[in-house]
T-cell receptor, first 112, second 115 residues
Framework: RKEVEQDPGPFNVPEGATVAFNCTYS??????FFWYRQDCRKEPKLLMS???SGNEDGRFTAQLNRASQYISLLIRDSKLSDSATYLC?????????????FGSGTRLQVQP | EAGVAQSPRYKIIEKRQSVAFWCNPI?????LYWYQQILGQGPKLLIQ????????DSQLPKDRFSAERLKGVDSTLKIQPAKLEDSAVYLC?????????????FGSGTRLTVV
């Protein structure tokens, strides 16, 4: 079983739509969680961190449910520029080994 | 601030040949990571350095992959001999002291094709 699992999509949505991505993680020792965005043939870039209390950044809202080991990302009012692959990411508790563990990504295509 | 520099951007080699990739992290970043990203998958950690010491190389195929970070700055990743399944993008990332996500930055990657 993969440590971080995501629906690969693709999600094809019209401009202005609201779309939600989900992710589950298997390592209960994971401490920190993030969503990264990766454009085609580009490197991953941090979109936002994910907290149990939920956090919002403009049109993006992320939520963590530790009991269910579940992470979500909600995008409101989708723009063409939101088309990308969204990677769900966890990081362990061990302060020495803080590498990121990535899911396989969910591809989003926003259509005009 | 200059980002994480990687070279070359692209490399095509035949199977069983050798190849090396180079990474220069952001100045002052003590932690350096090499990830492998196969098409359609997320990046997978190969090796993590803290200064010039190896912190985690549990997922590095040591029979063919090697990496070093001399003087705790630049790093090279080598594959010898390459296999078809090594075709991937090799991403280097760096961060401040390993426990911080602040400044965790990826380079543009080296796209390797093994034919």
């Amino acid at each position: 079983r993969k440590e971080v699992e995501q629906d690969p999509g693709p999600f094809n949505v019209p401009e202005g739509a609201t779309v939600a991505f989900n992710c589950t993680y298997s390592n209960s020792a994971s401490q920190s969680f993030f969503w990264y965005r990766q454009d085609c043939r580009k490197e991953p870039k941090l979109l936002m961190s994910v907290y149990s209390s939920g956090n919002e950044d403009g049109r993006f809202t992320a939520q963590l449910n530790r009991a269910s080991q579940y992470i979500s990302l909600l995008i409101r009012d989708s723009k063409l520029s939101d088309s990308a692959t969204y990677l769900c990411v966890s990081r362990g508790r061990d302060t020495g080994r803080r590498a990121l563990t990535f899911g396989s990504g969910t591809r989003l295509q926003v259509q005009p | 601030e200059a980002g994480v520099a990687q070279s070359p951007r692209y490399k095509i080699i035949e199977k069983r040949q050798s190849v090396a990739f180079w990474c220069n992290p952001i100045s002052g970043h003590a932690t350096l990571y090499w990830y492998q990203q196969i098409l359609g998958q997320g990046p997978k950690l190969l090796i993590q350095f803290q200064n010039n010491g190896v912190v985690d190389d549990s997922q590095l195929p040591k029979d063919r992959f090697s990496a070093e970070r001399l003087k705790g700055v630049d790093s090279t990743l080598k594959i010898q001999p390459a296999k078809l399944e090594d075709s991937a993008v090799y991403l280097c990332a760096s961060s401040l002291v390993g426990g911080s996500n602040y400044g965790y930055t990826f380079g543009s990657g080296t796209r390797l094709t093994v034919v």
